[in-house]
T-cell receptor, first 109, second 112 residues
C-alpha cells in the first residue's frame, strides 16, 4: 500500500491564528482528499485536490504531486475548526484509499 | 436527503457472537466502502465495492465478510467477534465524479 504521513500530530491554536497541516505520501496518486472529523465523529470532505491549489473560505489546500505532498491551510481559526484533519490518497482507479493518522487540532478561545 | 445511513450506532458484543452492520446510501453512488478507525491509526479500509455485484478486500479484511445487497446497501458481517474488532466502523460511498467520499455517522462497537 501507500504510506501516508501527516504532521504535526497535534496542534493547539488560539482563536484567530493561522496554521498549516502537511500530508506526505510515498507513491504517485491520482486522487487526494482532505477530511475534517468533528468532535462528534462525523467525517466531512473538505477538498478533492490531486494537484494544484483550491480555496474554500478560510481553508485552502495545495498539492504538489511531483513532490508527493499536500498542505492544508487554515486561516483565522475558529473554535468550530477543532477536530481531526485527515488526508486520504488513492493510487490508480482501484477505489483503495489510504488514510493518514491525522492532525488533531484544538482551537481555544 | 439522508446521505449515508449506518445502523446501529452503538453495539456491545461478547466474544464469539456474530452481528451485521448495515449501511445504505441514497445518492445513487456506484462505490461503497467499510472502514475501521482505531485510536492513533486513522481509518483503514476493510472491504469495498466498486459496483453492484462486486466486492474486494482492502487493507484489513480478516475476520469480516461483506455483501453488496443492491446498489444502495452494503453490509459488513462479523461471524465470530473478537476483542481486537473493538473499533469505530464507518461506511462511505462515492460516485463517479472524482470518487469523493461521503461518510456515515459511524458504529461504535465493543467486543468484550
Amino acid at each position: 500500500g501507500i504510506q501516508v504521513e501527516q504532521s504535526p500530530p497535534d496542534l493547539i491554536l488560539q482563536e484567530g491564528a493561522n496554521s498549516t497541516l502537511r500530508c506526505n505520501f510515498s507513491d504517485s496518486v491520482n486522487n487526494l482528499q482532505w477530511f475534517h472529523q468533528n468532535p462528534w465523529g462525523q467525517l466531512i470532505n473538505l477538498f478533492y485536490i490531486p494537484s494544484g491549489t483550491k480555496q474554500n473560505g478560510r481553508l485552502s489546500a495545495t498539492t504538489v504531486a511531483t513532490e508527493r505532498y499536500s498542505l492544508l491551510y487554515i486561516s483565522s481559526s475558529q473554535t468550530t475548526d477543532s477536530g481531526v484533519y485527515f488526508c486520504a490518497v488513492e493510487r490508480g482507479t482501484g477505489n483503495q484509499f489510504y488514510f493518514g493518522t491525522g492532525t488533531s487540532l484544538t482551537v481555544i478561545p | 436527503n439522508a446521505g449515508v445511513t449506518q445502523t446501529p450506532k452503538f453495539q456491545v458484543l461478547k466474544t464469539g457472537q456474530s452481528m451485521t452492520l448495515q449501511c445504505a446510501q441514497d445518492m445513487n453512488h456506484n462505490s461503497m466502502y467499510w472502514y475501521r478507525q482505531d485510536p492513533g491509526m486513522g481509518l483503514r479500509l476493510i472491504y469495498y465495492s466498486a459496483s453492484e455485484g462486486t466486492t474486494d478486500k482492502g487493507e484489513v479484511p480478516n475476520g469480516y465478510n461483506v455483501s453488496r445487497l443492491n446498489k444502495r446497501e452494503f453490509s459488513l458481517r462479523l461471524e465470530s467477534a473478537a476483542p481486537s474488532q473493538t473499533s469505530v466502523y464507518f461506511c462511505a460511498s462515492s460516485g463517479t465524479d472524482k470518487n469523493i467520499q461521503y461518510f456515515g455517522a459511524g458504529t461504535r462497537l465493543s467486543v468484550l
